[in-house]
């Protein structure tokens, strides 16, 4: 099986570094579980300064010391018979810290792909569809994860052979699709690949 993996919200855990970044730098003074009602934060900030804080925060040395969301060695063994691709929209310029914090924490993949719906520079990313059509093998199953609906729903208009699953998050709640599976957190997923054995 072909495992295609967003990182921030998915094995990383983006919206908590975030939040004690805001809280250590700005004191902002936000619970320390605190979970954005939406995507964009603007239940505590406006667009303008959460574009230039969010920028901030990735050029910070704390955006490469993220906490996982799953415990990277049960991540490795329940992957290990798959091919892990991972997939992020994390600014390019910052890439290293993504590599860095993803190895510090031990996460074992086979490559690593900037694309989303974000365009952080000039020149728009790939799409996430885009960035699987051009690694899928046809003879494989393939998964998808991620915690935003617009990745999803763009995966399953393009990528319809490709089995499509929403990480829940507060922001993501009403979200529904009837080509789109919920997890709610790891456990479903790594039931699901445990299941589902070598390709």
Not at 94 to 120: P, T, W
Not at 131 to 145: G, K, M, N, T
Request: charged share 20%; proline share 8%.
């Amino acid at each position: 099986m072909q495992l295609f993996v967003d990182i921030d919200g998915v094995l990383l855990d983006f919206e908590r570094g975030f939040v004690r970044w805001l809280n250590n730098q700005h004191g902002m003074g936000l619970p320390q579980d605190y979970e954005p009602a939406d995507w964009g934060f603007t239940d505590v900030l406006d667009p303008e300064e959460l574009q230039r804080r969010w920028m901030n925060y990735m050029a910070s040395p704390e955006a490469g010391r993220m906490e996982a969301l799953i415990d990277p060695g049960h991540f490795n063994a329940l992957t290990r018979p798959h091919t892990v691709h991972l997939l992020t929209n994390f600014p390019l310029h910052h890439m290293d810290k993504r590599v860095e914090n993803l190895a510090l924490l031990g996460f074992a993949y086979q490559s690593l792909h900037h694309c989303g719906f974000i365009a952080f520079e000039d020149t728009p990313p790939q799409s996430k569809a885009q960035a699987i059509a051009e690694l899928r093998r046809s003879h494989l199953p393939a998964l998808f994860v991620d915690d935003h609906p617009h990745n999803c729903l763009d995966v399953v208009r393009n990528c319809p052979d490709v089995d499509v699953w929403l990480m829940s998050r507060r922001f993501n709640r009403t979200f529904d699709h009837p080509q789109v599976r919920r997890a709610e957190g790891w456990s479903s997923l790594l039931q699901h690949l445990g299941a589902s054995g070598p390709p």
